[in-house]
């Protein structure tokens, strides 16, 4: 193991990553993934699912900037900082965010909109945002991995995320093994306490911040602001034990992307309501489960799940408690899919609002430790539905199926993807994306796919 503190290890990681010694499977993750939040950000661009996002434009629109680079989704340009502040308030609303299990948290809702904002700023390749782009997933997912779930008391993903993007930024600015750990150095101190405004602010200012603090703080560093190397170990301990062997074991030798993937989201449910509503939907494939004749619904779940972020069991419409009831009624009712009606927001139609209101969650007492759903025995929980005949089903969860595989899990992908953008913008100009991100690994320039993602 390094010899050097953490963060000169990692600064030296990103500086040194070059397209070529990135693996055909992690390019083919990396794609996947940019398709994957491109979609729920396109779908996303609605008054209704994603009230923060005029807040944030009007912010942009009053201070201005350069314009070099588009805000997905609008017709505007401006900084590269800026335009990762409001498409990243975008990326996380209704859909279409992903989540890494070393990391623990949501990456790619960060991590692409300061990606793609500023290589088009810098006038690089499409090679050169996939490397950054890897270079970011692997910081957050070694990083993460490096806190220990089962001695965590606090939510830690913020800071994660402005080391992500500093990452990111550092690697598309050129910066040297010196300047990018300053980098790093920098946005560990940015990113330390964004999650103090939940619930009130969760989204809304949270995810926008962790993606554009990272290119702040890239650009200080790259200014010759120098920064301490030792400070990430206090970052962590903050939020729980520290593995350092976890952070720098095999670090620029294998690609902890590479081997994990990612967890695409369907719906804009937490990470940790997908294997209650997936067993749901599993159920419902071999066996018609009649949802006239649902009179009772529990489902026994993590304490944390009920009142994450300090949400008030019963009471609360914040994002995670909310979203399992609807995600619940929705997989009971079979209701298709689009994209207004899987946001958290009210849903019109009545039989999942009938079987809403039947829905109790349930505390599961062994899950008492679990902060954040760090961990996959957070989410192992059960589903019993009570009918009117008095007739009582059990429906374990079951895990939604991770990204591993660019070949095998690309159709899948692709088809959420189209979905979601035909939704929006129609087929033809999804169709033009989607080949813009496959042939990203040829893109001399990063022009014609923000154009593609520029409002009409």
Wanted: charged share 20%; net charge neutral.
């Amino acid at each position: 193991m390094s010899s050097l503190h953490e963060l000169e290890s990692l600064g030296a990681f990103v500086a040194g990553l070059r397209f070529e010694t990135l693996s055909s499977r992690a390019v083919g993750l990396a794609k996947l993934a940019m398709l994957n939040i491109l979609g729920g950000i396109i779908v996303s661009d609605h008054p209704t699912l994603n009230p923060g996002r005029e807040s944030l434009r009007r912010y942009v629109e009053r201070w201005g900037a350069a314009p070099r680079a588009a805000i997905i989704g609008t017709a505007s340009r401006t900084s590269p900082e800026l335009a990762a502040l409001v498409t990243s308030g975008s990326a996380m609303m209704a859909h279409g965010d992903d989540w890494s299990w070393p990391a623990r948290t949501h990456l790619s809702s960060i991590l692409f909109p300061a990606a793609l904002a500023l290589a088009e700023a810098e006038e690089r390749s499409g090679r050169d945002l996939l490397t950054a782009f890897v270079a970011g997933w692997e910081i957050a997912a070694r990083v993460g991995a490096a806190i220990q779930p089962g001695e965590r008391r606090s939510p830690f993903t913020s800071p994660v995320h402005s080391l992500a993007t500093a990452a990111i930024a550092a690697s598309l600015r050129r910066l040297d093994e010196k300047q990018t750990m300053w980098a790093l150095s920098i946005a560990t101190d940015m990113g330390t306490g964004l999650l103090a405004q939940a619930p009130a602010q969760h989204v809304v200012l949270r995810t926008p911040l962790g993606s554009s603090l990272g290119v702040y703080a890239a650009s200080i560093a790259a200014e010759g602001i120098s920064a301490r190397p030792d400070v990430l170990p206090t970052f962590v301990q903050i939020y729980g034990n520290y593995d350092r062997h976890r952070l720098l074991d095999g670090l620029g030798q294998r690609l902890m992307f590479e081997a994990t993937g990612f967890l695409p989201k369907v719906y804009h449910f937490s990470t940790g309501t997908y294997p209650t509503i997936h067993g749901l939907q599993r159920y419902q494939e071999p066996a018609s489960l009649a949802a006239s004749e649902i009179a009772a619904v529990e489902c026994a779940t993590s304490p944390v799940i009920r009142g994450v972020y300090g949400a008030p069991p019963g009471a609360s419409r914040e994002m995670t408690h909310f979203s399992l009831i609807l995600g619940i009624a929705l997989a009971l009712a079979r209701v298709p899919f689009t994209f207004e009606n899987v946001a958290t927001v009210p849903n019109s139609d009545p039989q999942v609002r009938r079987l809403g209101e039947r829905i109790r969650l349930v505390p599961l007492p062994r899950l008492d430790a679990y902060v954040n759903l760090g961990t996959l025995a957070a989410e192992e929980t059960e589903t019993t539905i009570t009918m009117t005949n008095g007739r009582k089903i059990v429906v374990p969860s079951e895990p939604y199926p991770d990204v591993l595989d660019p070949e095998r899990d690309r159709g899948r992908v692709v088809d959420l993807f189209t979905r979601r953008v035909g939704a929006r913008w129609g087929a033809d100009r999804a169709n033009r994306i989607l080949e813009a991100v496959n042939e990203l690994d040829r893109a001399a320039s990063l022009r014609p796919l923000a154009s593609l993602l520029t409002a009409s």
